[in-house]
């Protein structure tokens, strides 16, 4: 299974970019997919993620009303829109898949609930 992110770049503050995250491998299926970002020196922080059973989202505070998170579950296929990107959202973004159970946002902002990642597109704000 290969999780293929792409979509970073360098943007202005206020400014958006679209984050995409195609899942490829034999038989592949999940319970859910997510995003997560990392900057150098801290550890991977959990932004947002989509359950496919329900649709339901779940969002870190600070990127709620600004990100928003989309897929389709037939094509193993998730998406972040970013908007109103600020400087502090600068780091590297990984998508990761899902396939066990999780109750709600307690656990998929876990980085251990995930079991496979993409290799991560960098997201560069400008002031």
């Known amino acids: 299974v290969q999780l293929q992110a792409s979509g970073g770049g360098l943007v202005q503050a206020g400014g958006s970019l679209r984050l995409s995250c195609a899942a490829s491998?034999?038989?592949?299926?999940?319970?859910?997919m997510g995003w997560f970002r990392q900057v150098p020196g801290k550890e991977r922080e959990f932004v947002a993620a989509?359950?496919?059973?329900?649709?339901?989202?779940f969002y870190l505070d600070s990127v709620k009303g600004r990100f928003t998170i989309s897929g389709d579950n037939n094509k193993n296929t998730v998406y972040l829109q970013m908007n109103s990107l600020k400087p502090e959202d600068t780091a590297v973004y990984y998508c990761?898949?899902?396939?066990?159970?999780?109750?709600?946002?307690?656990?998929?902002?876990?980085?251990?609930?995930?079991?496979?990642w993409g290799q991560g597109t960098q997201v560069t704000v400008s002031s």
């Open positions: 491998g034999r038989t592949f299926s999940s319970s859910a």
């Open positions: 990761a898949a899902d396939q066990r159970y999780c109750s709600g946002y307690g656990c998929y902002r876990m980085v251990y609930q995930y079991d496979y």
């Open positions: 989509i359950n496919w059973s329900g649709g339901s989202t």
